[in-house]
């Protein structure tokens, strides 16, 4: 009997101590009501300044004396939030909206592996709008857009950007209009040919 009456006051003592040792981290702790000792210093300058309307922190220029492109170029200097913009892709190619959308898709997850927060979207089968959170990367997104062999020029407000060479997209349009034409009048003469034979 002695050896059982050990046996369970040391399972009791294993109990307990694990009962101690599981429920002595959440010890509770008392907070007094009475604060006036307390010295509250939450509203610092920071906290004052909160809400309140930023001074711009650069000087001023003096508009009277620059050109047109030097104005623009301080604005855009100046300029934060987010921008819009569209990407004409090349002509001569058929494609479907779906197409389309798969490339946006592909440019989108490409420069938000590069660090820039932006994203495409398809608009038609030729346009592909994007939104950029900051202008600040604007130089790798034309960067990265001139890489892609579907890009053909790049438009953000009243600015168009293409590459090096490449002719304005009117320009382009009227070639295509031109070939256009030319195969659709060789297609008439052939069907016009064909019915003088049969004649």
Do not use: C
């Not at 009791?12 to 429920?23: I, K, T």
């Not at 009475?34 to 300058?45: I, K, T």
């Not at 009277?64 to 819009?84: A, D, F, L, N, Y």
């Amino acid at each position: 009997m002695s050896s059982i009456t050990t046996l369970l006051l040391l399972l009791l003592l294993l109990v307990l101590q694990n009962y101690e040792f599981a429920h002595g981290g959440k010890r509770k702790v008392h907070i007094s009501d009475d604060l006036d000792d307390v010295y509250d210093d939450e509203e610092d300058e920071s906290w004052k300044e909160w809400g309140k309307k930023k001074e711009p922190s650069f000087p001023p220029a003096d508009l009277s004396k620059m050109e047109p492109s030097q104005i623009k170029e301080e604005m855009m200097k100046r300029h934060t939030g987010p921008v819009i913009g569209f990407v004409k892709l090349r002509f001569g190619l058929r494609r479907t909206p779906d197409m389309v959308a798969e490339i946006a898709m592909k440019w989108s997850q490409v420069m938000r592996t590069g660090g820039i927060g932006i994203r495409f979207m398809g608009v038609d089968t030729s346009t592909i709008m994007f939104n950029m959170e900051s202008i600040k990367g604007m130089d790798e997104l034309k960067d990265f857009i001139f890489d892609q062999s579907e890009a053909y020029e790049i438009k953000i407000g009243n600015d168009v950007f293409r590459r090096p060479g490449d002719p304005p997209l009117e320009e382009v349009l009227q070639n295509l209009q031109k070939e256009k034409t030319k195969a659709d009048n060789a297609g008439q003469e052939e069907n016009d040919g064909d019915l003088r034979t049969e004649l």
